[in-house]
């Protein structure tokens, strides 16, 4: 078990359309479990392979004491519309309402290699929808309007210099309150 350093915004992973997962090893395990460290060590409720530096398809989601790894998830159904304040992990203290469908269906493949299918509404699914667009290079600032994104990016421009080397080094002493919970960093 281990808090991995997190990419943070500008990290060419982040952009990158990860790999599907065919076999799962003992080490994507160890990788899943080092995920939920680093997530529960940086206050967030959801964390996708590419935000550790990693090209699996692979993200891991908590939400109401309730685990869930997810290997090569994808949206089977989704119905309605709903908004949500969201945040990254990858983009600390930068939050911005999103649209996302209000009632989504995944089918992901588990820790022990069967398909299984979740529904998530409210943050279950938006976590969800969050993680999956990070395993195809896609973060919540795409889904702002472009006056919303313009003005997070200037938030993001005066936070970028704590991490000079793109990467986010979780200690005890890092986190801090922002004024947002954890349901709203994904
Ligand atoms: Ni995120």
Same mark, same amino acid.
């Given at each position: 078990?281990?808090?991995?350093?997190?990419?943070?915004?500008?990290?060419?992973?982040?952009?990158?359309?990860? /790999?599907?997962? /065919?076999?799962?090893?003992?080490?994507?395990?160890?990788? #899943?479990?080092?995920?939920?460290? /680093?997530?529960? #060590?940086?206050?967030?409720?959801?964390? #996708?392979?590419?935000? !550790?530096?990693?090209? =699996?398809?692979?993200?891991?989601?908590?939400?109401?004491?309730?685990?869930? !790894?997810?290997?090569?998830?994808?949206?089977?159904?989704?119905?309605?519309?709903?908004?949500?304040?969201?945040?990254?992990?990858?983009?600390?203290?930068?939050?911005?309402?999103?649209?996302?469908?209000?009632?989504?269906?995944?089918?992901?493949? $588990?820790?022990? $290699?069967?398909?299984?299918?979740?529904?998530?509404?409210?943050?279950?699914? !938006?976590?969800?929808?969050? =993680?999956?667009?990070?395993?195809? $290079?896609?973060?919540?600032?795409d889904?702002?309007?472009?006056?919303?994104?313009?003005?997070?990016?200037? #938030?993001?421009? =005066?936070?970028?210099?704590?991490?000079?080397?793109?990467?986010r080094i979780? /200690?005890?002493?890092?986190?801090?309150?922002?004024?947002?919970?954890?349901?709203?960093r994904?």
């Amino acid at each position: 078990m281990a808090v991995l350093p997190i990419y943070v915004l500008g990290s060419p992973v982040l952009r990158q359309e990860t /790999t599907p997962v /065919t076999t799962i090893t003992p080490e994507l395990l160890k990788l #899943a479990d080092d995920m939920f460290d /680093t997530m529960h #060590a940086a206050q967030g409720v959801g964390l #996708a392979a590419p935000q !550790v530096g990693r090209s =699996e398809r692979l993200a891991v989601v908590e939400v109401e004491h309730e685990r869930h !790894v997810l290997f090569n998830p994808e949206i089977v159904f989704e119905e309605g519309e709903l908004r949500w304040e969201e945040g990254c992990l990858s983009i600390p203290e930068v939050y911005g309402d999103v649209y996302r469908a209000a009632r989504v269906v995944v089918r992901a493949m $588990g820790r022990n $290699g069967k398909t299984f299918e979740i529904e998530g509404q409210e943050l279950l699914g !938006v976590c969800l929808q969050h =993680e999956i667009d990070h395993l195809h $290079g896609k973060l919540f600032i795409d889904h702002l309007s472009f006056l919303k994104k313009r003005k997070a990016l200037a #938030a993001w421009d =005066e936070e970028k210099g704590q991490y000079p080397d793109l990467l986010r080094i979780i /200690t005890p002493g890092s986190i801090h309150d922002d004024g947002h919970d954890d349901s709203e960093r994904l």
